[in-house]
């Protein structure tokens, strides 16, 4: 019997217990049970991992913040704004560390300007020279004033210029009495000077950013570049490792371009790859007289398109049709999955821009108006794949290009079995969630015809498109054997084969036999994918590092093929083994029984199901094969057929 003050002790401290409040309990129960370290533990740990997800919704949220200034910084930048920015001020915006390559100078312009500078002579001086001239009196020089007006073109170099030009004709008077008279260079950029739109004399363009859009026959204006540059000598901003994009689609940056960061080039004369838009970035590799245009799609039969191309990315990957994604699947559409973007925007994204389209009415206005703002900022031009001979056109007057540099094939176009069209109230839904490229394209189709009735005409611009296909017609008779493309199965050059990407079937061409060389060579160019392109002429920019690359390549493919070898010839021994175990043990059971002590109360029983009578057969079975093989072989020598059997049999060893 415990004692009457243990005993009431214990009832009052069960009763406290049992009165007492729940966190009273849990407290109690926490700091005086067994188990409380137990407890201490967990919480601590708890708090660890609450903790934890409270700084990373935190930091994501600074992120999205920092990214939403920035784009919005992008998208009101001034136009002001011409050359590149600041090393330090980019890194400041954006957080990045690149190589920052020295700005080529066009040297051709500063020679134009000054060979079209006149100097300011005196009356005497005039007559002096005019009496030396044998001809007629020669052409008056202009005036101070608009020399002066002229020198204003460069204000940093004006005094500079003036006292060059002095002291050149206060020295050489007789030699040059007449800048004017001088023969000016026929070929000063490579090309000679050709008549504008306007009827106006032009330079033709070496310095050129195309911004290359998905799915919008950007692959052929991509050929038609590489082959001009290709032809003329010109530099390619092509990306690292010989890859075919940009590093898409992170935002562009100087260190993407090969030879950048190694400085092994000087100047970079056209950047046309995939990439995501970065004003700044691109501006600090190209020089300020670049020219930069891109191409638009209409989204409705754009995005039938990527839904057949892009089949596999998250967004489209559960769906069977584009009609159940814009049912079901937009409800499901996380934009921050990678792949995703090309489901929703993708024009806006390529731009560089925020391709999330605001849910109301007012924000979309807003936002679609700074897209537009940004793209007319950063862009000369804007092509329409929907006419796609007028937007070549265009394009040749705006580059002051020949009509032969801008003939083309289709590239990496569908097959008809590979397209479906897309009924009306599908298409009204595809505009609604691409709201912002569907603004984005109403604008620029209808400044793409201003711009064309404001230059050529709609006349003459039907006259030019009727000579490009009329030209384009008769190099696809002397070019092609099937007159157009074909599918990849009947490609029969393998090096000539698309790519083939998603449930889409990419079509090729084949090339008429009994070409001349310099036609053959021509014809090859045109149809040659933009894989194969791009990895010639990083060959023929970068001839070591191709090297280094496919002697790399060579050596990961041999490694490959070994390891396949060794797979195979491992599988044949195995399934080799297997047979000869088996009938091994099928023609020899009762030659296995007699050397098992089967009277053994341990013994195993011999049954086919027994993975270890098995395993006792091999080794019997091995030993005496082995050993009448190696009796015959001594017997007889010249037996190539024992020799067979004993080795195949060797593999039945453990």
């Not at 500063?110 to 007629?136: A, C, N, W, Y």
Request: aromatic share 8%; charged share 25%.
């Amino acid at each position: 019997m415990l004692p009457s003050h243990r005993t009431a002790g214990r009832e009052r401290r069960a009763f406290q217990w049992r009165t007492a409040s729940p966190w009273t309990t849990c407290v109690r129960f926490a700091c005086f049970s067994r188990l409380r370290f137990m407890w201490f533990t967990l919480m601590v740990l708890t708090l660890v991992c609450v903790a934890l997800q409270m700084l990373g919704v935190v930091q994501q949220a600074r992120t999205s913040k920092v990214l939403n200034f920035v784009s919005e910084q992008l998208v009101r930048m001034p136009t002001e704004i011409q050359g590149p920015m600041k090393r330090k001020g980019w890194e400041d915006l954006w957080s990045v560390s690149a190589t920052v390559v020295e700005e080529p100078t066009d040297q051709h312009a500063l020679i134009e300007d000054l060979t079209s500078f006149h100097i300011p002579v005196s009356e005497d001086e005039k007559g002096h020279t005019s009496r030396k001239q044998d001809t007629s009196s020669p052409e008056r020089l202009e005036d101070t004033t608009n020399n002066n007006a002229e020198a204003n073109k460069y204000p940093q170099m004006t005094k500079a210029l003036v006292q060059n030009q002095l002291w050149l004709h206060q020295e050489v008077p007789k030699q040059i009495p007449n800048l004017k008279q001088l023969k000016r260079p026929a070929n000063l950029n490579g090309t000679a000077k050709r008549p504008g739109p306007t009827g106006a004399e032009c330079q033709p363009k070496k310095h050129i950013v195309f911004l290359k859009t998905h799915k919008t026959a950007s692959s052929t204006i991509l050929n038609i570049l590489y082959r001009y540059g290709d032809s003329h000598n010109l530099t390619f901003a092509l990306p690292l490792n010989m890859q075919s994009q940009l590093f898409y689609p992170a935002f562009f940056a100087t260190h993407f371009v090969e030879g950048v960061r190694t400085r092994a080039l000087k100047e970079f004369h056209i950047l046309c790859n995939h990439m995501r838009f970065n004003s700044q970035e691109v501006r600090k590799l190209m020089p300020e007289d670049t020219f930069y245009f891109s191409i638009l799609r209409d989204p409705t039969a754009m995005m039938e398109s990527l839904f057949v191309y892009y089949k596999s990315i998250p967004a489209f990957r559960l769906v069977k049709s584009l009609e159940e994604f814009l049912n079901q699947g937009v409800r499901y559409f996380n934009a921050s999955v990678p792949s995703n973007q090309y489901a929703r925007n993708i024009l806006t994204f390529d731009f560089g821009l925020n391709n999330t389209a605001p849910e109301k009415e007012t924000e979309l206005d807003r936002r679609s108006a700074e897209v537009i703002a940004a793209v007319e900022r950063d862009f000369s031009l804007i092509l329409i794949s929907e006419y796609f001979d007028e937007s070549m056109i265009l394009l040749q007057h705006a580059l002051c290009w020949t009509l032969d540099d801008i003939l083309s094939f289709r590239l990496n176009s569908r097959s008809k079995r590979s397209r479906r069209p897309l009924n009306p109230e599908t298409a009204e839904r595809v505009k609604l969630w691409n709201s912002l490229d569907w603004r984005l394209y109403q604008h620029f189709n209808a400044t793409f015809w201003k711009r064309i009735d404001s230059t050529l005409g709609r006349t003459k611009l039907q006259q030019e498109v009727e000579l490009l296909r009329e030209r384009r017609g008769k190099l696809e008779q002397t070019c092609l054997r099937d007159g157009g493309a074909v599918d990849p199965a009947q490609v029969q050059d393998s090096s000539l084969k698309p790519f083939q990407y998603g449930a889409a079937v990419i079509q090729g061409y084949n090339l008429r036999p009994g070409l001349s060389n310099e036609t053959s060579q021509l014809c090859q160019k045109l149809i040659t994918p933009e894989l194969q392109y791009t990895s010639a002429l990083y060959t023929k920019q970068f001839p070591q590092l191709a090297a280094a690359r496919v002697a790399l390549a060579k050596k990961i493919a041999g490694l490959r093929n070994a390891a396949s070898t060794h797979r195979a010839v491992k599988r044949n021994v195995d399934k080799l083994t297997e047979m000869n175990v088996h009938a091994a043990f099928t023609n020899n059971t009762s030659r296995v029984k007699t050397h098992i002590d089967v009277g053994d109360k341990h013994s195993i029983h011999l049954t086919p199901q027994s993975s270890n009578v098995h395993s006792v057969a091999k080794q019997k079975i091995s030993h005496d094969i082995l050993g009448k093989s190696h009796k015959q072989i001594t017997e007889n020598p010249s037996d190539t057929s024992v020799r067979k059997e004993a080795k195949n049999t060797a593999l039945l060893r453990p």
